[in-house]
Structures are given as structure tokens and as C-alpha cells.
């Protein structure tokens, strides 16, 4: 039981390490320690002739990896922490045990199909689901070796995650059935072949000449402790004095999530002091650019009748609005561009299922009297600057959902923005995590990426996912970098998680066949 423990825990931390500061590697092998507790396990019994119990060790593993790399969100709120592992670490275990269940009772290779299927339809569930939170992704692990993924721009993310599942199911079968060199060819060829493919990709893939020139500002203004304490004319005067370090020939300027942190009718949005003081900047320094930033705005609904779902209402009921995360696309004229965050933070943005929930509001008292949560839109705004080029404004969040993001990208994107606020979660790897997941996106779509966070870590990543001059944890700046252009269009933001979709399919028809298979097996129709 010792040895089975000790193998348990050596799963957690190869798992745990790429998310830690180490290297993907150790994910090729992450598996086969909690394989082989799967493999000591079959045929024995305990001391009641049941066969030995397989969850204690898949449910300890999944709950341990993610409390080894989603601790930082604590930071913020520790419910979040128990949230995640408790319905991450769930849809794991399930998985692992389904494929337990099956190979005790069926042929190996069909165990080994509904565990890679399984896994993958997981995580595709997690991505696209009301209750999502993707950050242990496989294919994520990545994001710090680029170098290895460049056929992200065809699989995404996923991809990754096909590549690691397969890779250690070759190695444990190489383990447990020793043959030599021999035994060991498959697992070689299943990780060499798609890296050195990746490497190839890298050393020939050349940006387009088409460029811009990209300032993006970090004003580190404290989100506990000065965010809400400092006036807001001093919070602009911050911005504006890091903005003008921009170079006159600049095409954007990009601010953080919030930055300008006040509320903004979007109706009325262009006469609105804070509003007006940024576009009379622009007109007087940068006429050809364009600044992209994050503000708070609203919408109003004439009527109950034609507000959304996600509308609040003001105690009379006689005022239906929506607020929203908002990414602000500000230049010379009096146009302004408007995003509103689709991908919202669980608890802190969003309740899930809100709109069933909603009905049952009257139950909501006892529990702190939630009345609403951001609003939401359905399609991603792309910002056009004064000389044409379109780029795409992602806010903090929505960098982690791969598909997603390719929305921007086929709506004219050119380039993207991500805008964050990383200060609720202090020095800790979260967000530094944040930051190199937009390298995986900048690969998917070929897209140079401007990050500016109001701390944290802003800089720039080309269409290789290599990272740019930054700014790190509680710096106050500005950088301004050249930026290639690209209006390719990839395989994966064509028709994105392609491989989500059929691993979802394969799983199900495993299942059937599964069942199927035991059916046959139980009328003696199968030897």
C-alpha cells in the first residue's frame, strides 16, 4: 500500500511541475505511476475477497494536482480554490475510473480509447461549460515550451492534450511488457515525431513584413489597497502620464482591464468627462492612434420585457440595465469602440446558470442577497485604428479559452490585445500562468500579441509564442514594440477544436460498444 501511495504522489508532482515553473516534459511520463497503481490493483483482493478499491488513489491524485496549482487563487477568494478542485478533480476522477471499470471488463485497447476520448471530451466540457475553468488543460502545460507546440496553429491546445494521453499509455505498455528496444519504438516515435515537426515549424516560420507600433502601459495601481482609494482623476492622471511615453508615430496604445474605473452609459459614452479627457489626449498627441482600454459600462432596457437575462433592476423596478467588463477602443473621432467581456470569472462575474437560478432569487436573501451578475455578449468586437488595422481586445480571462479567442481573429483581427487586471493574486504563479497562455493563443492563430495587466506582467509575444521585452511583477511603465500583421487565417481558427468535438463522439460510441461488448459477452456470444 506504501509503494502504491508513494507512486500516487510522484503522479501528482510530475503533473504538478510544468505549472510550477517546470517543464512540460514531465508530463509524458505523469500518468504511469498512477497506471501501474491501476495495474497492481487488478485481480487482488482485500480481506472480504472485494476486489482492492482503485478511487482513493485517482481521487487524492486529481485533488492534490489541483491544489498544488490553483492554491493562488486563494489569494482572491479561497472559495474559489475548493470550487475548482472539487469539480475539477470530479470530472477527472470519473474519467479514470469509467476507464477503470472498462478495463477490467473488456480488451485493453478499448480502455485506452475511452480514457484518451474521455479525458479530451472532458476537457472540452470544462472549456465550454457555464461552470468552466480550463486552467489544467493538458495542453496548456505548454505555454513556457513553445517551441514544441508550434502545430498548435492546426490542433490548439487539445492537440497537446491527444499528444500527452497517447504518449504515456505507449510508455506504461513499454513498462509492462518489457520487449527490449523494441517495446520502446512506439512510445519514441509518439513524442519525437510531433516535436521535431514542431521544431521545423519554428525554425522556418517567418512573420509577415507588415508591421505596427504598439505601446502598452502597466500603471501597478494596488487593487485591495489603492484601487479604490485613489481618486479617479489622480488613477487617470497615472494612465495619461504613461500613455504619453508613447513615440508620436505610435498606432496603439493599450491600457489594462478597468483602467479608466468608472461607469459609463454606453448611450451617452462619448460625453462623458473621463471619456472626452482621453479622446481630447489622443487628438492633441496621437491623432493616428488608437488607445485600447478597459472600463466598467452599462446598457439600458426600456422595459423588464426587453431586458436580457442577466438585467438588474433598481428598487422601484422602474430602471432594467445590464453592467459590463468592457474593453473601450478610443481615438480622434467621436466613435467609440465597445467589447464586453464574454468570459466571466465564476462567483466574482458570474453565477452559472443564472438564468435558472434567477427564478429562485427569493432564496437568495439568506445567502448575501445576490441580484445579479455582469452581462454578457455574443459576438467579439474587433477596433479599427485611424490608419486601418483592425486588432482584436481580449480581456484577462478570455485568453485562456482557445476557441474563443479565434473569434476575434476571424471577425478581421490583424493583431491582439489582451487586457488584465493580475493584482488579486499577488506575486504567485497565476499570473505569470495568465501571461504565457497568450503565447499558445498567439500560435493557434498566428496573431502577435500587445499584453498590458495593470500589474502583473505586460510585454509582447510574436506569432511564435516567443515573448518580447515585459514588464514584471509591481512595475510601473510603458513599452512600445513593433508588431508584425497577419490576416492568414489557420486551420485552427477556421473550424477550432476539432478534436474536442470527435474525441466527445469516440467516447460515447466507446461506451456503446462497451455495453454492447457485455451484453454479447453475458449471452456466451463472445468467446
Aim: glycine share 8%; net charge positive.
Amino acid at each position: 500500500m506504501l509503494k502504491r501511495i508513494l507512486y500516487t504522489l510522484l503522479s501528482v508532482l510530475l503533473l504538478s511541475l510544468p505549472w510550477l515553473g517546470g517543464s512540460a516534459l514531465t508530463l509524458f511520463v505523469a500518468f504511469v505511476p498512477l497506471l501501474w497503481v491501476e495495474h497492481s490493483l487488478a485481480g487482488q483482493t482485500g480481506r472480504r475477497g472485494k476486489p482492492r478499491r482503485f478511487w482513493p488513489y485517482v481521487v487524492s491524485a486529481f485533488v492534490l494536482w489541483w491544489l498544488a496549482t490553483v492554491w493562488w487563487v486563494g489569494y482572491a477568494a479561497v472559495i474559489g480554490v475548493v470550487a475548482a478542485t472539487v469539480v475539477g478533480a470530479t470530472q477527472m476522477s470519473v474519467v479514470f475510473l469509467v476507464y477503470h471499470a472498462v478495463l477490467r471488463r473488456a480488451r485493453r485497447a478499448l480502455a485506452w480509447t475511452v480514457l484518451v476520448s474521455g479525458w479530451i471530451a472532458y476537457e472540452t466540457l470544462f472549456i465550454n461549460g457555464e461552470i468552466s475553468f480550463p486552467w489544467l488543460v493538458l495542453g496548456n502545460a505548454f505555454a513556457q515550451d513553445v517551441r514544441l507546440v508550434q502545430w498548435y496553429e492546426w490542433t490548439g491546445a487539445l492537440g497537446g492534450s491527444l499528444w500527452v494521453l497517447v504518449t504515456n499509455l505507449l510508455v506504461f505498455e513499454a513498462i509492462r511488457r518489457p520487449r527490449g528496444w523494441r517495446g520502446w519504438a512506439a512510445p519514441a516515435l509518439a513524442f519525437v515525431v510531433p516535436a521535431a515537426v514542431s521544431l521545423t515549424m519554428y525554425a522556418t516560420y517567418r512573420e509577415p513584413e507588415r508591421t505596427v507600433r504598439v505601446t502598452v502601459v502597466q500603471p501597478n495601481i494596488d487593487p485591495y489597497y489603492e484601487k479604490f482609494v485613489l481618486k479617479q482623476a489622480e488613477q487617470r492622471g497615472i494612465l495619461l502620464s504613461l500613455m504619453a511615453q508613447a513615440p508620436e508615430d505610435v498606432d496603439f496604445i493599450v491600457a489594462p482591464e478597468t483602467a479608466i474605473d468608472e461607469d459609463f452609459w454606453e448611450k451617452s459614452i462619448g460625453r462623458a468627462p473621463a471619456i472626452a479627457q482621453f479622446r481630447d489626449f489622443v487628438r492633441e498627441r496621437y491623432p493616428s492612434a488608437l488607445v485600447v482600454t478597459g472600463a466598467n459600462t452599462l446598457r439600458r432596457y426600456p422595459s423588464e420585457r426587453e431586458a436580457s437575462p442577466t438585467a438588474r433592476c433598481n428598487r422601484d423596478s422602474t430602471l432594467w440595465y445590464d453592467i459590463f467588463n468592457s474593453a473601450l477602443g478610443i481615438d480622434s473621432s467621436e466613435r467609440i469602440g465597445i467589447h464586453h467581456k464574454a468570459k466571466l470569472v465564476i462567483g466574482a462575474e458570474m453565477t452559472p446558470y443564472y438564468s435558472a437560478l434567477k427564478k429562485l432569487k427569493f432564496l437568495t436573501v439568506d445567502l448575501g442577497g445576490i441580484s445579479g451578475q455582469l452581462g454578457m455578449d455574443s459576438v467579439r468586437r474587433v477596433f479599427a485604428s485611424p490608419r486601418g488595422v483592425w486588432g482584436g481586445p481580449a480581456i484577462c480571462y478570455e485568453a485562456i479559452y482557445g476557441e474563443y479567442f479565434t473569434e476575434f481573429v476571424r471577425r478581421g483581427a490583424e493583431l491582439m490585445f489582451v487586457i488584465s487586471n493580475d493584482g488579486w493574486w499577488d506575486d504567485t504563479p497565476g499570473y505569470r500562468y495568465l501571461f504565457a497562455y497568450s503565447r499558445l493563443r498567439a500560435i493557434e492563430n498566428r496573431r502577435s500579441i500587445a499584453r498590458s495587466a495593470n500589474t502583473g506582467r505586460s510585454g509582447f509575444i510574436d506569432q511564435r509564442g516567443d515573448v518580447g521585452e515585459t514588464l514584471g511583477w509591481d512595475e510601473r511603465g510603458a513599452l512600445t514594440a513593433e508588431l508584425s500583421l497577419n490576416d492568414r487565417l489557420t486551420f485552427y481558427t477556421r473550424y477550432g477544436d476539432v478534436i474536442g468535438r470527435l474525441a466527445g463522439y469516440v467516447f460515447v460510441l466507446s461506451l456503446l460498444y462497451f455495453m454492447a461488448y457485455r451484453v454479447r459477452r453475458r449471452s456466451h456470444l463472445v468467446e
